[in-house]
């Protein structure tokens, strides 16, 4: 079964810092990553996504994610962070696609000015 | 994207009433509806898939008779919590897509705050 590990709970950083966050996951096959991010009373909303091709995936928002196959890790990264981006960030595996998709425990970004 | 709507955002219950969770997509019609559970602390557990006109499958160890999920048309999905209990206190999510296939993305809800004293 296919599992998703973000060790971190919560981060802070000040607006205007680089930002990575951590994503580890396991799956037996040719994984299909997401990140979604979700601000307060918003739904999950699609950052980017990995299914093939180029490891290093452009998302919205600036921020882009990098699968490293070797390393089972598919880790988030933004160069300059806005006091917006504050929100909870979901990493994601799926068994085919979009197709059963399992989450990790998410992180919490606290942006300080 | 396309907008998904839930509705009611947060709920309280007493113990041993039933609580219904609407799923709406706004502007398309969701062959396929997704429903999560979110315990504190812990990552979005699928429950459920509900595909319109038939009966939900659901994800193994979820109680299907305490899980009611109805998808009685292409824009509705509902989850009732039959006989809640304070364990059943959670965030509830649903997704939808508007047809099948590994590659359709779905759309998510702003998600159920389900609280039960």
């Known amino acids: 079964a296919q599992s998703v590990t973000q060790p971190d709970i919560h981060i802070t950083v000040s607006e205007g810092a680089s930002l990575e966050l951590r994503c580890n996951y396991s799956?037996?096959?040719?994984?299909?990553l997401f990140w979604y991010v979700q601000s307060p009373g918003q739904g999950l909303q699609l950052l980017l996504k990995?299914?093939?091709?180029?490891?290093l995936v452009q998302g919205i928002k600036g921020f882009e994610a990098e699968f490293k196959r070797s390393q089972s890790s598919f880790n988030l990264r933004k160069p300059s962070v806005h006091w917006s981006d504050a929100a909870e960030y979901f990493c994601?595996?799926?068994?085919?696609?979009?197709?059963?998709?399992?989450f990790g425990t998410g992180t919490k970004l606290q942006v300080i000015p | 994207g396309a907008v998904v709507s839930q509705h009611p955002s947060r709920v309280i219950c007493k113990s041993g009433t039933s609580v219904k969770i609407e799923c709406r997509s706004l502007?398309?019609?969701?062959?396929?509806m997704f429903w999560y559970r979110q315990f504190p602390k812990k990552s979005l557990m699928l429950m459920a898939t509900?595909?319109?006109?038939?009966?939900?499958?659901?994800e193994q160890g979820v109680e299907k008779d305490k899980f009611l999920i109805n998808h009685a048309s292409l824009t509705l999905s509902t989850l009732t919590v039959t006989s809640a209990h304070p364990e059943d206190s959670s965030f509830y999510i649903c997704?939808?897509?508007?047809?099948?296939?590994?590659?359709?993305?779905?759309?998510f809800g702003q998600g159920t705050r389900l609280t039960v004293v």
């Open positions: 990995y299914f093939s091709g180029d490891t």
């Open positions: 799956y037996g096959a040719t994984p299909y």
């Open positions: 997704s939808a897509r508007d047809r099948e296939g590994w590659n359709t993305e779905a759309f």
């Open positions: 509900s595909n319109e006109g038939s009966k939900a499958t659901y």
């Open positions: 502007d398309f019609q969701a062959t396929t």
């Open positions: 994601a595996v799926g068994a085919g696609g979009y197709q059963k998709v399992t």
